[in-house]
């Protein structure tokens, strides 16, 4: 292992001390992690915020076996030591990673293979937002999803971290995109982002609004963070041949759902987590993330929305914000 002199000992972390509220996230001291083979050491600049964060600290989400139990799923910052056989990676590199835990410390240890260069332009602060939502959107919209080029995609929670990422993207491979908002506010940050319609879920229906907006075909993929009564709704939605992608659960659970429709327009309905999938699955997303969109970040054709960035000793106040629903893009913590 090659490790750089200036390694402390000890680091700053942000703990969960019991499940609960916001306030159960209290600075802690434990000891710098060493890289295992194959992993590196990362001095960790900014770290991002994500729903799954939060569920962890209400205890509803726990790490999976062999993850740190800090919360923090996707970080930025500069290698600073190496385990044994990375190839990829050198002390002074900086890095973006996709973390299974431990991303709210100053230190964090991530498997070389699932790490990726910073795109040209970006601060760390940006490129800390990318890992979790990119990861996330990729793998669902378009891998699972096979959103393609010509087709149309509903994407609820329009002004979202994955929200916000899913519009760019979608609109960078040329997707009709139509959104769900609860605002005027978001409604025209959506619009701002690329969408091409954004519906206000409080004051319109948005099934009716989506069949409006394609003529009656439907939305080809959607893109659900809510569950509950939207699951039905999902269905009366979605075009003949639709793919509805659930990758959260914001509105709780599902209490009586009509799966006719789901046979009658040969629909596919998958849902999936992205931190329990292994360090091999993980990197197999990566490589097709750098070669597919990383350039995009580094032609400056798209770039992360950050809404607000706190210290890391604020965690509990980034929770607080998530947990409003107020925000536009993504939350972050800086170290």
Known sequence: MSVADHIP??????EITAAGEPEVLQPAMRAVPTPAAGEILVKVIAAGVNRPDVMQRQGSYPPPAGASDLPGLEIAGEVVACGAGVQRWRPGDTVCALVAGGGYAQYCVVHESNALPVPQGLSLVEAAALPETFFTVWVNV????????????????????????????AKAFCVKVIVTVGSEAKRQAALALGADAAINYRTEDF????????????????????????????????AVEGRIVQIGVQGGKIRELNIMPLMMKRLTWSGTTLRA???????????????????????????????????????AEAHRLMESSEHIGKIMLEV
């Open 142 to 169: 378009f891998q699972r999803g096979k959103l393609s080029a010509g087709e149309t995609v509903l994407i609820h929670g329009g002004t979202s971290g994955i929200g916000s990422v899913a519009t760019l993207l």
């Open 207 to 238: 099934v009716a609004e989506v069949q409006r907006l394609t003529e009656g075909k439907g939305a080809n993929v959607i893109v659900d963070l809510i569950a509950g009564d939207y699951a039905e709704k999902n269905m009366q939605a979605a």
């Open 277 to 315: 999938r292994s360090i091999e699955d993980k990197a197999a997303i990566a490589r097709d993330l750098e070669a597919r969109v990383w350039p995009l970040l580094d032609a400056g054709k798209i770039k992360p929305l950050i809404h607000k960035t706190f210290s890391l000793t604020q965690a």
């Open 9 to 14: 000992n000890q680091m700053q972390v942000i």
